[in-house]
C-alpha cells in the first residue's frame, strides 16, 4: 500500500508525463483545473494512468468530485484493493 | 484592385534526407538514398514482403516536448515540425492571426493512433483507450495542431486526394490568398503511414518494390528495372504569402506559386488513364492559367514514382499536354532519392521545384540505369541541369489514387 506522499508523487509523475507540467507544481491544495490548467480530456488519462498505477478503480462519476490533488490523494488512499 | 499574385517566402520539412528542409536538398543534390531498413521485429511478426522504406531521418523528440509527441500523431508532429521550419525560414513574419491561414494534406492521416487504438481497446479494453485517440487520428489533425501552434485563424484546411494531396493543399493556400481570405498561408503536406498494414496492403497490390538486396537501389523512375515505389514517410510546407505583403516587409522570394491545374479521371481508383488525358488536361490548365505557354516551362519535376505503369502513364500524358515543347523540359525524378511520402509527396516536390526554379539547378535522378524506351522524356540523370537565366517557369505533377490529378507552377521573380 503507498502512503500519501508515495501516492502524491506517483500522482505528480503521471500530471507531468501526461501535461509536462514541473511535478513540484503538484501540491495537494492545487486544484486540477483552476491552479494546473489541466482539462477534462487530459484528466481523464490521468485517471486511467492512476487507477493502473495504484490498482484502485475511479468511477467516471467519481472523477468530477476530484477537484484539487490531495482529493484524488485521498481517494486513492482510501480504496486501495 | 489589381490581381493578387502568390510567392513563395518560406520553406521547411522533415524528411528521409534529413530533419531541414537544407538538409533534404542537399541530399537530392549530393543524390543520396533515404531508403533504411525497417525493423527486423515488425518485418519477422508480420512476414511483410517488403523490408525497407524511406523513414524520417530526424527523431521527432529532437525538436517537440513529449508532451507534444504524446499529443499527436506522427503524421501531425512532421507537420508541426515542418510548419515552424517554413515560418522560421520565411524570417518569421509578423500578420494578424486572422490574416494566417492553413492548410495541409494528408494522404491516410492518422493511421498509426487508430491501430494503436485498436490494439489497446482489444487488448486492455476501453478504459485504456486515450481520450485523445478521434483528435488524433482525424485527417484534419495536422491542420488544427499548425493552426494552434502558429496562432492562424483565417482557416485551417485539409486537402485528403491520396499521393495529390499535399499539392493540392498548396492550391487551396493560392486560393486562399488569391480570394482575400489570408495574405500568408502555410501550406503543404504530411504523411506517416510506415504502418506494417500500409506495407501489407500497398504489397498486396503490387505496388511496393521488393528489391531487398539493394534499398538504396529500389527507387528506379523510368528505369527499366523498376518494380514498384519506396513508401516514404515526412512532411513538407511552404509560406505563401501574398506579393505586395512579402515586398513590404523586404522577405526574400523564392519564387512565384503561379497556379495550379487539376482534373480527374474518372476511370479507375488506382490505375492512371492509360491516354493520360486527365494529367495532360491539368498540366496545360495549370500553364494556361499561369499565362504561359510551353515554351516558358523549362523544367518539370514529375510524380515518378518508380511503378511500371504510373511512370510511363505520366511520361505520355506530358508529351499530350506539351508536345515537342517537351523536349526542352528537363525532367528531374527526386522519388529515386526521397521514396514517396504519399500525402506528403506533392508538396515535398512543390519544393524542390521552387528551389529548383530559385537556384536554377535541376537536380538528377538516381538509379537510372537503363531508361525505359517507351519514356519519351528528357529525364535528368548524372549531372544536374543547370536551368536558363531570365524570366523561368517550372511545372510540378502530382497524381493521387481515385483518379485526382494536381500540376502546379512555379515561376522565377
Known amino acids: 500500500m503507498a502512503d500519501q506522499q508515495e501516492i502524491l508523487s506517483g500522482l505528480a509523475e503521471i500530471v507531468n508525463e501526461e501535461t509536462g507540467l514541473d511535478p513540484a507544481e503538484v501540491q495537494m491544495d492545487k486544484s486540477f483545473t483552476d491552479d494546473l490548467d489541466i482539462d477534462s480530456l487530459s484528466m481523464m488519462t490521468i485517471v486511467v494512468n492512476a487507477e493502473e498505477k495504484f490498482g484502485v478503480r475511479i468511477p467516471d462519476d467519481e472523477v468530477k468530485n476530484l477537484t484539487t490533488v490531495g482529493d484524488a490523494v485521498t481517494f486513492i488512499q482510501n480504496n486501495q484493493g | ?413
Open chain 2, 1 to 413: 484592385m489589381s490581381e493578387r499574385r502568390v510567392v513563395v517566402t518560406g520553406l521547411g520539412a522533415t524528411t528521409p534526407l534529413g530533419g531541414t528542409i537544407a538538409e533534404t536538398w542537399e541530399g537530392i543534390l549530393a543524390g543520396r538514398s533515404g531508403a533504411k531498413p525497417l525493423d527486423q521485429e515488425m518485418l519477422d511478426r508480420y512476414e511483410l514482403p517488403v523490408h525497407f522504406a524511406c523513414t524520417l531521418a530526424q527523431d521527432p523528440s529532437e525538436v517537440l516536448t513529449k508532451v507534444q509527441i504524446r499529443r499527436m500523431d506522427p503524421s501531425a508532429q512532421y507537420a508541426v515540425i515542418a510548419a515552424e521550419a517554413a515560418m522560421a525560414d520565411a524570417g518569421s513574419p509578423e500578420v494578424e492571426p486572422e490574416r494566417l491561414g492553413v492548410a495541409i494534406g494528408t494522404g491516410i492521416g492518422g493511421v498509426w493512433t487508430l491501430l494503436d487504438q485498436w490494439d489497446n481497446l482489444r487488448e486492455k479494453g476501453v478504459r485504456r483507450v486515450f481520450p485523445l485517440a478521434v483528435p488524433m487520428l482525424m485527417p484534419n489533425t495536422s491542420a488544427g495542431n499548425v493552426s494552434m501552434v502558429l496562432g492562424a485563424r483565417a482557416g485551417a484546411h485539409t486537402t485528403v486526394s491520396a499521393c495529390a494531396s499535399g499539392a493540392e493543399s498548396m492550391g487551396t493556400g493560392y486560393d486562399m490568398i488569391r480570394g482575400g481570405r489570408a495574405d500568408i498561408v502555410v501550406a503543404g503536406g504530411t504523411e506517416c503511414a510506415t504502418h506494417p498494414i500500409c506495407f501489407a496492403g500497398f504489397s498486396q497490390m503490387q505496388a511496393l518494390s521488393t528489391r531487398n538486396d539493394d534499398p538504396a537501389a529500389a527507387s528506379r523512375p523510368y528505369d527499366t528495372g523498376r518494380d514498384g515505389f519506396v513508401l516514404g514517410e515526412g512532411a513538407a510546407v511552404m509560406v505563401l504569402e501574398e506579393y505586395e505583403h512579402a515586398k513590404a516587409r523586404g522577405a526574400r522570394i523564392y519564387a512565384e506559386f503561379a497556379s495550379i491545374g487539376m482534373s480527374a479521371d474518372a476511370y479507375h481508383i488506382t490505375a492512371p488513364e492509360p491516354e493520360g488525358a486527365g494529367a495532360s488536361r491539368a498540366m496545360r490548365e495549370a500553364v494556361e492559367r499561369a499565362d504561359l505557354t510551353a515554351a516558358d516551362i523549362v523544367h518539370i519535376n514529375a510524380h515518378a514514382t518508380s511503378t511500371p505503369v504510373g511512370d510511363v502513364a505520366e511520361a505520355n500524358a506530358i508529351r499530350r499536354a506539351f508536345g515537342d515543347a517537351v523536349d526542352r523540359m528537363p525532367v528531374s525524378a527526386t522519388k529515386s532519392m526521397t521514396g514517396h511520402l504519399l500525402g506528403a509527396a506533392g508538396a515535398l516536390e512543390g519544393l524542390f521545384t521552387v528551389l529548383s526554379v530559385h537556384h536554377r539547378t535541376a537536380p538528377a535522378a538516381i538509379n537510372i540505369d537503363d531508361l525505359d524506351p517507351a519514356v519519351d522524356l528528357d529525364v535528368i540523370r548524372g549531372e544536374h541541369r543547370t536551368l536558363p537565366a531570365g524570366d523561368i517557369a517550372a511545372l510540378n505533377n502530382s497524381f493521387g489514387f481515385g483518379g485526382h490529378n494536381v500540376a502546379l507552377v512555379v515561376k522565377s521573380v
